[in-house]
C-alpha cells in the first residue's frame, strides 16, 4: 500500500465528505477540536474545511509544542548560546520563534551565537562528541512523540560519560492540556467553546496509547477519536465524531488502529519514566500556569539537565498586548479575529508563535487559507 | 637543468595558498596550468585581463549573473563548476537570448585541496563545451583560511535577443496557460541528501542542465510574442518564482495539483523530511507562461527535446489584483501557495 496517494484520493475523500453531508443533522452544530498541530496542518493543506457541511467547524486547539513554548524558555535558550558561549542544537521550527529584545534563535545566531538546527536529538550528541572543548545544549520541546527520543539521548550520554552535553527540557504532555481546556479559570473568563469531541493526536498517542482519553470521555462526556495525520484520516474520523454525538456516546475510538494500540508503546514509557518526572507546574504560553503538564529531569540524570548544571532561572515574559495566541490556542478566537493577523503579524514579522511554526493556526491560515477571507475575481 | 624550467603545480597533494592570489608568478602558473588549459579558447589565449567581443547585428545584448556558493560542492548529479555554468547559461536563456559567453571568478579559500578544485574546473569546462558557451576571461583570488568556504564562483554571462523580443516576468496575461518542462525537487533534494547531518540513500540525482537548446527549440515552434515569460524554478521551487511572475505581472495564477510533476522517490524523501516540493530548487527545469491558443505547441515542442520529455501543463493566469497563487489540491480543496518568509534548504545553489 503507497501510504502518501492511497489516503490522499480524491474520490475517497469526495464520498467521505457527501457521507459526513447525509449524517449531519440538519439541525446542530458541531464543533469539534483537532488538538495536534500536524492535524491543524493538514486540514489547512488539503482544503478539508472546504469538504465539511457549513454546519461542521474544526477548532484549532494547542497541539502545537512550538506555538505554546513560552517567550520565557526562548530566551533561556538564547542566552545559553550567547552568554554562555554553549552550542544550542534546536529543531528548525524553534528557530524564528520570537522572543525578548527583539531576538529569536535565528537572529541570535546572526549575532554570533552558535546555533545549529538538527532534525533529532540523536544529531545532537554527534554535536557533543564531535566538540569535546564545548558545551552542547539540546533545546528539547514536543509532546509525548519526540520525548523517547530526548530520554534515550540522556540516558546515551549517561551511558558514555559524556562531560559537555546537557538538556533543556521543556516536554509537555498532552491530557494536561486537553484537561485545561476544558476546565480552568482562565478558560472561563474568556469563555468556553463549545466543543462536541476531539480529534485525538496520532504520533503521541502511538507513544502513549489510546486509554489516557478515557478519563475525558467518561468525565467530561466528550467523544474522542484517534485519527492518522493523512487527510482520510482525518476525515474519517470526522464521520466517527459525527455519528458518536449523533448516537449520544462520548467513547474513545481509534482511527489510526495502523498505528495506535489502548496500552501505546511500553518500551517507550518505560524509558520516558527512567530519565523524566513531572514538574508541578510549567508555563504555557496562552494557557497560562498549567500543573503537573510538563517534564524535567530526574536527579540520577541531574548531569545533563541544562537548567541545574548553567543555574538557569525561569523569567516569564508577557506576550504582546494585542496578540491573540492565548485565545487561538485555546480555540476561543480564530487567527482572523486577531488585530494584528496579517498586517503587523505575517509570516516574515510573526508577533506570536501561533505565525511562526508551520503547524501554528495563524501560520497554516495565512499560508493556506487567507484567500478565503478576501473576495478573489476569477479570470 | 633545463632552461626556463617551472615546476609544475601539483595537483594531487598541492593546495590553494596566499600566493595563487597575489597576481604574481604563483597566479599566473595557477592560471595557465589550470583555468587556461581547461578553458582553452581563443579569447584566454590573448592573455588579457578582459575579452573583445563580437555581436550579431541586429540583436539585443542579454547579460546575468550568478553567484555560487552551495555546499556541498560535489553532489550526486554534479558540482559547483557545472552548476555555475549551468545557472547562468539558463538566466540568459530565459529571456530567450542565445548565451553566447561566459567569464568566472574564483574566489579560493587558502588550503583548499588543488586536486578539489581540478575536478571543478575541468567540470565547468565540459560543462562549458556541452553548452556551447566558452569562458572567455576570468579571475582569481585567494582569502584566508577560515574566511571562505573552500571555493566561491560567479559567473556572469552575455547573450545576444533578436531585437524587439520581449520575454520577462511582466508579460503574463489572465487566460495564459502555465507549463512546466519537466519533474521538479531533485537538485534540492539531492543536495540535502549529502549534507553532513541527514545522510540518507537515494537515487535521486539533481538535474542540473543547461537549457538554452530546449529553449531554442521551443521558440521556434510557437509565434514570436506567444512565449510571454521564461523563468528557471531555483531558489525557493516552483512556487516562489510562479509568486514572483504574479506579482511582476500584477496577475493572479492557478494550479492543478494533480497535474504537476513529481518523482515518487523527490515526494517519499519530502515527506520524512517535512519539506514540501514545490518549495525545492531546480537546476534544469523552466517554467513557461504561454498563449492558451498555443499551449499545445509549446508542450509538444518541450517533449520532443530530451530535457522536457515530462513537460506538463499545470495552470492558468487568472486576474486577481491580490496576486496569489492558488492551487486546486489532489484532495478536492483548495489552498494558496504562498511566498516563504525564509529560505527551506540554505547555500542550496
Same mark, same amino acid.
Given at each position: 500500500?503507497?501510504?502518501?496517494?492511497?489516503?490522499?484520493?480524491?474520490?475517497?475523500?469526495?464520498?467521505?465528505?457527501?457521507?459526513?453531508?447525509?449524517?449531519?443533522?440538519?439541525?446542530?452544530?458541531?464543533?469539534?477540536?483537532?488538538?495536534?498541530?500536524?492535524?491543524?496542518?493538514?486540514?489547512?493543506?488539503?482544503?478539508?474545511?472546504?469538504?465539511?457541511?457549513?454546519?461542521?467547524?474544526?477548532?484549532?486547539?494547542?497541539?502545537?509544542?512550538?506555538?505554546?513554548?513560552?517567550?520565557?524558555?526562548?530566551?533561556?535558550?538564547?542566552?545559553?548560546?550567547?552568554?554562555?558561549?554553549?552550542?544550542?542544537?534546536?529543531?528548525?521550527?524553534?528557530?524564528?520563534?520570537?522572543?525578548?529584545?527583539?531576538?529569536?534563535?535565528?537572529?541570535?545566531?546572526?549575532?554570533?551565537?552558535?546555533?545549529?538546527?538538527?532534525? =533529532?536529538?540523536?544529531?545532537?550528541?554527534?554535536?557533543?562528541?564531535?566538540?569535546?572543548?564545548?558545551?552542547?545544549?539540546?533545546?528539547?520541546?514536543?509532546?509525548?512523540?519526540?520525548?523517547?527520543?530526548?530520554?534515550?539521548?540522556?540516558?546515551?550520554?549517561?551511558?558514555?560519560?559524556?562531560?559537555?552535553?546537557?538538556?533543556?527540557?521543556?516536554?509537555?504532555?498532552?491530557?494536561?492540556?486537553?484537561?485545561?481546556?476544558?476546565?480552568?479559570?482562565?478558560?472561563?473568563?474568556?469563555?468556553?467553546?463549545?466543543?462536541?469531541?476531539?480529534?485525538?493526536?496520532?504520533?503521541?498517542?502511538?507513544?502513549?496509547?489510546?486509554?489516557?482519553?478515557?478519563?475525558?470521555?467518561?468525565?467530561?462526556?466528550?467523544?474522542?477519536?484517534?485519527?492518522?495525520?493523512?487527510?482520510?484520516?482525518?476525515?474519517?474520523?470526522?464521520?466517527?465524531?459525527?455519528?458518536?454525538?449523533?448516537?449520544?456516546?462520548?467513547?474513545?475510538?481509534?482511527?489510526?488502529?495502523?498505528?495506535?494500540?489502548?496500552?501505546?508503546?511500553?518500551?517507550?514509557?518505560?524509558?520516558?519514566?527512567?530519565?523524566?518526572?513531572?514538574?508541578?507546574?510549567?508555563?504555557?504560553?496562552?494557557?497560562?500556569?498549567?500543573?503537573? =503538564?510538563?517534564?524535567?529531569?530526574?536527579?540520577?540524570?541531574?548531569?545533563?539537565?541544562?537548567?541545574?548544571?548553567?543555574?538557569?532561572?525561569?523569567?516569564?515574559?508577557?506576550?504582546?498586548?494585542?496578540?491573540?495566541?492565548?485565545?487561538?490556542?485555546?480555540?476561543?478566537?480564530?487567527?482572523?479575529?486577531?488585530?494584528?493577523?496579517?498586517?503587523?503579524?505575517?509570516?516574515?514579522?510573526?508577533?506570536?508563535?501561533?505565525?511562526?511554526?508551520?503547524?501554528?493556526?495563524?501560520?497554516?491560515?495565512?499560508?493556506?487559507?487567507?484567500?478565503?477571507?478576501?473576495?478573489?475575481?476569477?479570470? | 637543468?633545463?632552461?626556463?624550467?617551472?615546476?609544475?603545480?601539483?595537483?594531487?597533494?598541492?593546495?590553494?595558498?596566499?600566493?595563487? !592570489?597575489?597576481?604574481?608568478?604563483?597566479?599566473?602558473?595557477?592560471?595557465?596550468?589550470?583555468?587556461?588549459?581547461?578553458?582553452?579558447?581563443?579569447? #584566454?589565449?590573448?592573455? %588579457?585581463?578582459?575579452?573583445?567581443?563580437?555581436?550579431? &547585428?541586429?540583436?539585443?545584448?542579454?547579460?546575468? +549573473?550568478?553567484?555560487?556558493?552551495?555546499?556541498?560542492?560535489?553532489?550526486?548529479?554534479?558540482?559547483?563548476?557545472?552548476?555555475?555554468?549551468?545557472?547562468?547559461?539558463?538566466?540568459?536563456?530565459?529571456?530567450?537570448?542565445?548565451?553566447?559567453?561566459?567569464?568566472?571568478?574564483?574566489?579560493?579559500?587558502?588550503?583548499?585541496?588543488?586536486?578539489?578544485?581540478?575536478?571543478?574546473?575541468?567540470?565547468?569546462?565540459?560543462?562549458?563545451?556541452?553548452?556551447?558557451?566558452?569562458?572567455?576571461?576570468?579571475?582569481?583570488?585567494?582569502?584566508?583560511?577560515?574566511?571562505?568556504?573552500?571555493?566561491?564562483?560567479?559567473?556572469? !554571462?552575455?547573450?545576444?535577443?533578436?531585437? !524587439?523580443?520581449?520575454?520577462?516576468?511582466?508579460?503574463?496575461?489572465?487566460?495564459?496557460?502555465?507549463?512546466?518542462?519537466?519533474?521538479?525537487?531533485?537538485?534540492?533534494?539531492?543536495?540535502?541528501?549529502?549534507?553532513? $547531518?541527514?545522510?540518507?540513500?537515494?537515487?535521486?540525482? $539533481?538535474?542540473?542542465?543547461?537549457?538554452?537548446?530546449?529553449?531554442?527549440? #521551443?521558440?521556434?515552434?510557437?509565434?514570436?510574442?506567444?512565449?510571454? +515569460?521564461?523563468?528557471? &524554478?531555483?531558489?525557493?521551487?516552483?512556487?516562489?518564482?510562479?509568486?514572483?511572475?504574479?506579482?511582476?505581472?500584477?496577475?493572479?495564477?492557478?494550479?492543478?495539483?494533480?497535474?504537476? &510533476?513529481?518523482?515518487?522517490?523527490?515526494?517519499?524523501?519530502?515527506?520524512?523530511?517535512? #519539506?514540501? &516540493?514545490?518549495?525545492?530548487?531546480?537546476?534544469?527545469?523552466?517554467?513557461?507562461?504561454?498563449?492558451?491558443?498555443?499551449?499545445?505547441?509549446?508542450?509538444?515542442?518541450?517533449?520532443?527535446?530530451?530535457? !522536457?520529455?515530462?513537460?506538463?501543463?499545470?495552470?492558468?493566469?487568472?486576474? %486577481?489584483?491580490?496576486?496569489?497563487?492558488?492551487?486546486?489540491?489532489?484532495?478536492?480543496?483548495?489552498?494558496?501557495?504562498?511566498?516563504?518568509?525564509?529560505?527551506?534548504?540554505?547555500?542550496?545553489?
Amino acid at each position: 500500500m503507497k501510504y502518501v496517494d492511497e489516503y490522499r484520493d480524491g474520490d475517497a475523500a469526495r464520498r467521505l465528505a457527501d457521507r459526513i453531508a447525509a449524517e449531519a443533522r440538519p439541525d446542530r452544530r458541531y464543533a469539534f477540536m483537532e488538538f495536534c498541530g500536524g492535524h491543524t496542518h493538514a486540514i489547512a493543506r488539503y482544503g478539508i474545511g472546504e469538504l465539511l457541511p457549513p454546519n461542521l467547524r474544526m477548532v484549532h486547539g494547542p497541539g502545537c509544542p512550538v506555538c505554546v513554548l513560552p517567550i520565557g524558555r526562548i530566551d533561556q535558550a538564547i542566552g545559553l548560546a550567547l552568554e554562555r558561549e554553549a552550542i544550542v542544537c534546536t529543531y528548525g521550527d524553534t528557530m524564528r520563534v520570537p522572543a525578548s529584545a527583539g531576538l529569536s534563535l535565528m537572529k541570535a545566531k546572526a549575532r554570533g551565537g552558535d546555533i545549529r538546527m538538527v532534525y =533529532s536529538a540523536a544529531d545532537a550528541l554527534k554535536v557533543a562528541r564531535a566538540n569535546p572543548g564545548r558545551e552542547v545544549v539540546f533545546f528539547a520541546i514536543g509532546f509525548e512523540t519526540t520525548t523517547p527520543p530526548t530520554a534515550l539521548v540522556i540516558r546515551q550520554a549517561a551511558a558514555e560519560g559524556l562531560q559537555n552535553f546537557s538538556v533543556l527540557c521543556c516536554h509537555v504532555l498532552t491530557p494536561s492540556a486537553i484537561t485545561h481546556i476544558l476546565e480552568s479559570p482562565e478558560v472561563r473568563e474568556y469563555g468556553t467553546v463549545p466543543i462536541d469531541g476531539f480529534v485525538g493526536p496520532a504520533h503521541v498517542s502511538i507513544v502513549i496509547g489510546s486509554a489516557p482519553y478515557e478519563h475525558f470521555a467518561e468525565e467530561y462526556r466528550k467523544p474522542v477519536v484517534i485519527a492518522g495525520f493523512e487527510p482520510l484520516d482525518v476525515m474519517q474520523a470526522v464521520l466517527m465524531l459525527v455519528r458518536q454525538v449523533n448516537e449520544g456516546r462520548a467513547e474513545v475510538e481509534n482511527e489510526f488502529t495502523r498505528a495506535v494500540t489502548p496500552e501505546g508503546n511500553r518500551a517507550a514509557q518505560a524509558v520516558v519514566s527512567e530519565v523524566f518526572e513531572l514538574r508541578e507546574r510549567f508555563e504555557w504560553r496562552g494557557l497560562g500556569e498549567v500543573p503537573y =503538564s510538563a517534564l524535567k529531569i530526574r536527579p540520577a540524570f541531574a548531569a545533563f539537565d541544562a537548567e541545574l548544571r548553567f543555574g538557569l532561572h525561569y523569567q516569564g515574559v508577557p506576550d504582546h498586548k494585542q496578540c491573540e495566541c492565548g485565545a487561538i490556542l485555546r480555540g476561543v478566537k480564530r487567527p482572523t479575529d486577531c488585530k494584528l493577523f496579517g498586517t503587523v503579524c505575517t509570516p516574515d514579522n510573526p508577533m506570536g508563535s501561533c505565525m511562526v511554526s508551520s503547524e501554528g493556526a495563524c501560520a497554516a491560515h495565512y499560508a493556506y487559507g487567507r484567500f478565503k477571507d478576501i473576495p478573489v475575481v476569477a479570470a | 637543468m633545463k632552461k626556463d624550467y617551472l615546476r609544475p603545480l601539483d595537483f594531487k597533494q598541492g593546495r590553494v595558498d596566499m600566493n595563487h !592570489g597575489a597576481g604574481g608568478r604563483a597566479a599566473a602558473q595557477l592560471v595557465d596550468e589550470l583555468f587556461a588549459r581547461a578553458f582553452d579558447n581563443d579569447f #584566454l589565449r590573448q592573455g %588579457d585581463d578582459g575579452a573583445l567581443l563580437d555581436m550579431p &547585428p541586429g540583436h539585443q545584448l542579454v547579460m546575468a +549573473t550568478d553567484g555560487h556558493v552551495i555546499s556541498p560542492l560535489f553532489f550526486p548529479g554534479g558540482d559547483i563548476g557545472a552548476l555555475s555554468v549551468h545557472g547562468t547559461v539558463n538566466d540568459v536563456a530565459m529571456l530567450g537570448a542565445k548565451p553566447l559567453y561566459l567569464s568566472a571568478s574564483f574566489i579560493l579559500e587558502e588550503g583548499f585541496p588543488l586536486a578539489d578544485l581540478k575536478r571543478i574546473v575541468e567540470s565547468m569546462a565540459a560543462a562549458s563545451r556541452e553548452a556551447g558557451v566558452p569562458v572567455v576571461t576570468g579571475d582569481t583570488k585567494v582569502v584566508e583560511r577560515g574566511k571562505g568556504d573552500g571555493v566561491f564562483i560567479a559567473t556572469t !554571462g552575455l547573450g545576444a535577443v533578436p531585437a !524587439g523580443r520581449r520575454i520577462g516576468g511582466a508579460l503574463a496575461r489572465p487566460g495564459d496557460a502555465v507549463l512546466v518542462s519537466g519533474t521538479l525537487g531533485e537538485h534540492g533534494v539531492a543536495v540535502l541528501s549529502k549534507r553532513e $547531518s541527514l545522510e540518507f540513500e537515494t537515487a535521486i540525482v $539533481s538535474d542540473t542542465a543547461a537549457l538554452h537548446g530546449l529553449v531554442a527549440q #521551443l521558440l521556434a515552434a510557437v509565434p514570436e510574442g506567444a512565449v510571454r +515569460t521564461l523563468r528557471d &524554478p531555483t531558489r525557493g521551487g516552483l512556487a516562489t518564482t510562479l509568486n514572483e511572475i504574479a506579482r511582476q505581472s500584477g496577475v493572479g495564477i492557478d494550479l492543478d495539483e494533480a497535474a504537476i &510533476p513529481v518523482l515518487p522517490q523527490v515526494e517519499a524523501a519530502c515527506e520524512l523530511l517535512g #519539506l514540501d &516540493p514545490l518549495y525545492i530548487a531546480n537546476e534544469g527545469k523552466c517554467i513557461v507562461v504561454v498563449d492558451a491558443a498555443h499551449a499545445e505547441a509549446a508542450l509538444d515542442a518541450l517533449r520532443a527535446h530530451p530535457l !522536457g520529455r515530462a513537460a506538463a501543463r499545470i495552470g492558468r493566469v487568472t486576474d %486577481d489584483p491580490h496576486r496569489f497563487v492558488q492551487m486546486a489540491t489532489r484532495f478536492g480543496g483548495r489552498r494558496v501557495v504562498d511566498w516563504l518568509s525564509g529560505e527551506q534548504l540554505p547555500r542550496i545553489c
